[in-house]
Each structure stands twice: as C-alpha cells, then as structure tokens.
C-alpha cells in the first residue's frame, strides 16, 4: 500500500494567504467574505490539495465546513473550465438530506458567473427528473450510493461520467465498514475507468482509523492525503440524575419514571432533540411527553426513519424555521441535515458507543466555537457507569474505528451485472478494476472467476435455470441480453437488506409509512398501537399494506423493529472496565458513580465490584439450580459467541445441560445439577486454539448460516424480492433463498455464498475479532471466584432477561418484584 501524506492545520493564522488561483476562486472568497466568513486553513489546504490533483479524507469536527472545503476547489475548477456535462459527483448516505445538501451547494453559485446546474437523484426523485438525467447529467449531482450503481447500470454510463472531475463521499464513517462502504468502493472503482483524472474526498468528523479510511475511499493506486484541523469545539456532556436508585436494577426499570424530570428539564423556548436508540423507545417517549406535558404539543414532533417522507420533512421544516423545537426521534437525525437553531441533545438510555454520543452531541451547536450540549437520561441504574464511561472517553478523545469489509462476493456480483449492464465490460479489465477497491485488494484469480460464474450462469449448480443466467458473453465482452433481467436487476440494486415492510394507510386515504411485515402479521384486528405519534386501530392487511383507523382506546402495544438492540462498542466497553475498577477502589468522584452507589456498594458488600486485569465469577443455588455468573463487560454480541463456547468446554469436562442468559456485562449458566465451575474455571478454558471449531460445534450455525444467506442470496441477485406492486413477503424471500442454500449444501458444499454467510453470522452475530481478543484478555486475567448466597446487582439483570424470555401468567413486573422481597429478606438476614 502507498504511503498516506498527512497534514494537521491549525487555527487561522491573522493573515489569509494570497490568492494564486484564477478568478472563480476568488469570486467564491468575496462570497465568503460577504457572509461574514473566514476560510479555515484546512478549507484553504483542501483547495490547495484538489488543486494539485490529490485526493483524500477532510477530518474535523461537525458543524466546522467540510463540505465547502471538499466542494469550492472543484466548483472553481468547474467554473474556470466552462464545460457541460457532470463534473461533481456529491454522495451522502441518507437521501433524506440531499435536499439540504442541493441547498447547501446552490448557495454559492451567486457568485459565479458560470451556468452551472445543481441536481439530486435518490429515490425521491421525480420519474420525469430521472428519465432527463438517463440522457444528461446536471454539473453537480447529489445522489446516494444505491442510486450511483443504477446510473452505472445505464448502457451509457461511460459517456455520462466522462466529464466527471470529482467525487465527493460524505459521512464517510457511514458508509465505511458496511455492505453500502463496498458497494461505493466498487462504484468509485468503475468511475476512475470512466474517468482517470477524477480526484475523490472522503469527509468525516467521527473517525479513527484514519488512514484505511482514506485509503478505501481513494482506492489501491492513490496516495491519499488526510485533512485535519485543531478546531475548539467543545463538549458538555451532564447527566440526569434519577431521585433514588435500586439496589438490584434491571434493563428499563427506571424507565419512565426519569419522564417527569426530562420534561422539566426541557424548555420549549429552546431547541432540542431527544434521542432514543429504538423507534419503539421514540413512539413511547414521544408520547409520554406528550400526556406529561400537553402544552408542549404545538412545538412537539416526532422523527423516524419509518414515519412517512412528507412527515419527516415538516418536521425537519420545522426545526429550521423554529416552529418544531422539540423532537424526539432516532439516528434519522444523526447525520447530514443542517439544524443550526438546535441549541442542546438527549440522549435516553446509554448511547452504546463513544462515536454515536459524539456524532449526536455535534447536532447541537451546528458550528465552529460553538459547544455541543448533550445530556444523558439513563434508564436503568448500570447505565449511569456506562455514562461516566462515555463521558470520560469523550473527554479523552476516544472514538471506535470504522474497518472496512474484506471482499464481500455477493457485492461484487451484483456490481458485475450492474457494470454488465452499463456498457459492457472485458474480462481482464474488470478484474484489474475491482481489485483497485481497498476491499477487493486481495481478491483471488479463483475468487474472481467463481463469481462471474455466478452472474454468467448461476454457477456450476444452478446451469439448467435460465433465470439464473443474467450476464452473456460476446466475443470476449461481458453484457446483458435480456430485458427482463435488465428491469429487475435496476429494481433491486441495493445492499441493504431488512425484514419486508408493509405501508401504513388510513381507511380513508392518507399514508403514515412502513412497518415490518412481522410485526403486522402478529396484529389482530381491533388491536390498538402507537405509530407516528398516533394510537391507531388495525383494521386489515391487504396487497402489503395495513389499513388502520384513528382509535380512542389506549394503546397496548407499540411496533418493534428487527435489529433495534444496540450492543456495546469495543472502546465504550474498555471505558466502563476502566470505570468499575476506579470504582472499585473507591473512586466515586463522578456524579454518575456517586448516584449508582447503592448498586455499587451493594454488588460490593455481597461479593466484588469487577477491576481491570480481573474478571469476575459469581456462583450460588437456587430453587432454578445452580448459577454460574461471569463478567467480562464485552458487549451483548460477544457475550453470546462466548456463552455458547464456554458452555461446549464445560460439557466436555462432565456432561450437564445449561440455560445461557447474556446482557451487555456479563453471562449466566444455569444447570439443574451441581456443576465444578470452580475447577473447570482456569485459563485453559478461554484458549483461542480451534476457537472457529468450537464455535462451529458450539452453535447451530447451519440455521443461523441458512437465515444469514437470505441476505447474502438477495444482495447476490439469485432472490428478488419482486416487482412494484408484486413484491414477496418475508416468508416467501426466505423460503426462496432457503431452498437454494440446500441445493448449495448438497451439492456444492464449498459455494463461496454459503461460505461467506458462515463468515458473516460469526463476524456480526459475534462479532469473531473481538471474541478472540476478549478470550486473549480472559486468559491472561486473574479470575475472582465469589461464591454468594443470591444472584448480585450485577447477576440480577441477567436473571430478569432469562424469566423475560420464559412463559408465564405473571407480567415481567409481577416475577421481578417477587425475586427482590425474596432477596432482599435474605439480604437483611446475612446483614
């Protein structure tokens, strides 16, 4: 890999440096000069470095500049040129933002006298806008990465691009260690061959790996240079503080009774927004406020991802213009859109990584000088050590790194038909192209030709189906004939792959959004639930869409989303370590500490508060049997690879049964008979020798392999989800990709699909590196053995999340509340 040129400015010097570029640029300095602005050294770097023709990533913090930084070089460049065609190419991960980012990049074009013509194309976009673009492209386009790979896909692609001179990636941290990031490469890779001059920046605030970022943005053949600035901006991160707290806590139980003091604490004077880590969690706060506080309601709103287009703009509307200055919602508005009116952040419950609580803070405050204000709302009583964790770790500087995927085969075979289609493309040219992705570096010769075998005719399995046989070639040149294939592949190009959603719509006319078919198919009618902001009365379902009425009865029920648990991150998951062991030493100076204290001092008293260089083992007997507790504090991900590990070493000491329960902080096994955990406890036991063996005996992989190649089948192109107006059901997409994981199971074992879905359940759904770092720190941990009389503050909400998930007649209120009389009168016994 080529060397990375890196240059960290700082603060304006008093003089700016003389212009040497031609009149453009100094048109856009006079505009900038109008409005009151200064260029920062790292903006003037940026033009200077595009300039030189490099290319990179621009680093600093939210709010500082960076799209003009990326964009005023290139816009001069363009103005100075005067040639037609697309010369900017603008990429953001969230179409919901592009009309912001059109505005933003609109603005300075006052200044110039040129005729150049500003443009989106998402999925929002017009079919009459997009049926011009297929012929011509406006100068500078916004667009997302799906709707780059379909403009790929047009058979003039090569023509279109021609003309392009940059490219510019935001919110590149995004993009970076996703399926989309790949998708992107492969696109960036395509547009160098198009285009050979095209220079490409990346722009993030939140990232810390560096370099690889740079690199994958600007491909194998480029030396990219990194931007960074020194930037004051600075952070205040507080906490609310709840009245009392329990000495055995459990996940939510404080709850809703911190609603009350959130909502004295907001002023409806000044603009905030409130974020949660779940729709469901938005649709409950939003309404508890709601009911707490009904004068609220004229400045109240509510924003997610699933709530309709039209919805979501008013309330984005609204916070501009000072209209809406409440709003409770999600990661909808973690990224891109310009709210400079909102003046603080809410964060309820632990933001679950530092990089997350840093990209939300810098929503407030939306520029250079100015403090982002972030507040924690926890919701239950650990997650106050999980605050001061992440408060420390901001202080510090601390963000997670952002690592690419390593070549992903069902994103390269969807890439080979889109560039199939988009012109055409030669066996040898391809191959050399798509190995200058940073992701595809290493691709194999084999690799390679496996995969477009696959597109060409499905493989040496599925030869005899003509559906499968989507790219021919003709004379040494790869394309598609068929139009049908052609119609369905620019449908669903894409990789991001979810449960199927089904529209919400009144009876009498009007859209809501989306919700997950799963969801629906579990609702009867007349079942009242909270969407939008709305308690509504399902109806029926009928062609994908559920009908609802405005219901008057309270809800009892709000929709869930598939993938909504957010594990801990590797470095806040550090951080909270770091921040038990200074308790446990009897460092209480943060508030956060000294309000979780009855926990502490409770998990103290009945055995041991977990240190650094320590891992903590809890065992006791109940009438449920006997419990093993074991704290790594590694995250949920982790905890449940290692649980299933653990318990497969076990059995091969003696033979016994568990029941495994896994929270962010530790583990349970419970066993009906007495077990020699103590014995069986030694570092032997965290060997990372045939870890990946282990692992594969430990868990019904081939179940797990068999729902993760539906993903890997989709994105892939050999199951689609349909046509508009005839899409399938999740049912029917899973028991498609279901059948073709077992023909490849029987008769083409060594499928690199099925490999890849074997790759991606222990990579995501345990996340291998870090298991295999976690058991390298176990081993080399002094293990605390503590026998105790009852499940810990620590034990209990593992306790909880176990009963939670079993049947009974009692709510989950009524169990948990009898199991603390029944510890807490053995508690005072011991006493």
């Not at 004068?295 to 991802?305: C, D, I, K, N, T």
């Not at 992701?439 to 599925?462: I, K, M, Q």
Request: proline share 6%; hydrophobic share 40%; with cysteine.
């Amino acid at each position: 890999m080529p060397s990375t040129k890196r240059r960290s400015v700082r603060p304006p010097p008093p003089k700016p440096p003389p212009e040497k570029a031609g009149p453009p640029l100094g048109q856009l300095r006079a505009w900038f000069r109008e409005r009151g602005w200064a260029p920062y050294p790292f903006q003037e770097q940026a033009w200077a470095a595009y300039a030189r023709g490099e290319s990179g990533l621009i680093h600093v913090p939210t709010g500082a500049g960076k799209t003009y930084a990326a964009y005023i070089g290139p816009l001069a460049d363009v103005a100075e040129r005067g040639q037609k065609g697309l010369q900017i190419l603008y990429v953001t991960p969230l179409r919901a933002v592009s009309r912001d980012v059109e505005l933003a990049l609109r603005a300075p074009l006052m200044a110039l006298s040129a005729d150049i013509d500003v443009e989106s194309r998402t999925g929002d976009t017009s079919s009459s806008v997009r049926q011009r673009q297929r012929q011509r492209l406006p100068e500078v386009l916004i667009t997302t990465p799906e709707s780059l790979s379909v403009l790929l896909s047009n058979e003039r692609a090569a023509e279109l691009f021609a003309s392009l001179r940059a490219v510019i990636a935001d919110e590149w941290h995004e993009l970076l260690s996703s399926k989309r990031g790949t998708q992107m490469e492969l696109a960036l890779a395509r547009l160098r061959r198009f285009a050979p001059g095209v220079r490409t920046w990346a722009l993030s605030a939140t990232l810390a790996n560096l370099e690889q970022a740079a690199r994958a943005v600007v491909g194998t053949r480029t030396v990219p240079t990194l931007l960074s600035a020194d930037l004051e901006r600075p952070i205040e991160v507080s906490t609310l503080l709840p009245d009392q707290v329990d000495g055995f806590p459990w996940a939510g139980h404080l709850g809703f009774s911190m609603l009350e003091k959130v909502a004295a604490w907001l002023d409806p004077a000044r603009s905030t927004l409130l974020f949660t880590n779940t729709r469901s969690q938005a649709e409950r706060w939003f309404e508890g406020l709601r009911f707490a506080r009904p004068e609220f309601e004229p400045v109240l709103a509510l924003h997610h991802g699933s709530i309709d287009r039209e919805e979501r703009e008013r309330v984005e509307g609204g916070l501009k213009d000072g209209s809406v200055r409440l709003v409770v919602c999600t990661s909808s508005l973690d990224l891109g859109v310009d709210f400079g009116p909102v003046e603080r952040v809410v964060q309820v419950g632990s933001p679950k990584g530092i990089a997350r609580s840093l990209q939300r803070a810098g929503r407030s405050g939306h520029r250079p000088g100015e403090t982002c204000r972030l507040l924690f709302v926890p919701t239950h009583a650990l997650e106050l050590v999980e605050m001061a964790a992440a408060r420390q770790a901001l202080e510090q500087g601390e963000v997670e790194a952002r690592v690419p995927l390593s070549k992903p085969l069902d994103v390269l075979a969807q890439h080979l038909v889109t560039c199939a289609l988009g012109g055409g493309f030669t066996r040898e040219a391809m191959r050399a192209e798509v190995r200058e992705a940073a992701s595809y570096a290493h691709l194999t010769d084999e690799e390679f030709e496996w995969t477009l075998a696959l597109v060409r005719e499905g493989g040496p399995t599925l030869k005899a189906y003509p559906e499968f046989r989507r790219v021919v070639e003709h004379e040494g040149r790869f394309g598609v004939a068929d139009a049908r294939i052609a119609r369905l592949h620019r449908l669903n190009i894409g990789t991001i792959t979810s449960d199927a959603t089904v529209q919400l719509s009144y009876w009498s006319g009007g859209r809501l959004g989306s919700v997950e078919e799963s969801y629906i198919s579990r609702l009867r009618p007349g079942d009242v639930f909270l969407f939008a902001g709305k308690r509504l009365e399902f109806s029926r379902f009928k062609d994908m869409t559920a009908y609802v009425k405005p219901a008057k009865a309270k809800a009892t029920q709000t929709p869930r989303w598939g993938g909504s648990r957010l594990p801990l991150s590797g470095s806040l998951a550090a951080a909270v370590r770091r921040t038990l062991n200074a308790a446990r030493y009897g460092d209480v100076t943060a508030e956060e500490l000294a309000a979780a204290w009855p926990v502490l001092e409770a998990q103290a008293r009945l055995s041991r508060i977990p240190g650094e260089g320590t891992c903590l083992a809890e065992t006791c007997q109940t009438r449920d049997g006997h419990h093993l507790f074991l704290y790594p504090f590694e995250g949920r991900l982790v905890h449940e690879g290692l649980a299933a590990l653990l318990a497969l070493r076990f059995t091969r000491m003696r033979k016994a049964t568990f029941s495994l329960s896994v929270n962010d902080y530790g583990i349970e096994f419970l066993t009906p008979e007495d077990f020699p955990f103590e014995e069986a406890l030694r570092p032997a036991l965290f060997t990372r020798e045939r870890l990946v063996e282990d692992i594969l005996e430990s868990v019904n992989l081939s179940e797990l392999a068999r729902r993760q190649f539906r993903d890997v089948a989709r994105v892939a192109g050999l199951v689609l989800p349909g046509l508009p107006g005839a899409r399938k059901s999740t049912r029917q997409v899973q028991a498609s990709a279901s059948l073709l994981y077992d023909v490849f199971a029987k008769y083409d074992p060594d499928n690199l699909l099925l490999v890849q879905a074997r790759r991606e359940v222990l990579e995501q759904q345990f996340e291998q590196n870090r298991l295999t770092a976690t058991l390298e720190r176990l081993e080399r941990s002094t293990l605390e053995f503590v026998p105790v009389r009852r499940p810990t503050p620590l034990g209990f909400p593992l306790v909880v999340e176990r009963i939670s998930a079993s049947l009974s007649s009692e709510s989950l209120l009524e169990r948990v509340t009898r199991l603390k009389e029944r510890w807490q009168r053995d508690d005072a016994r011991s006493a």
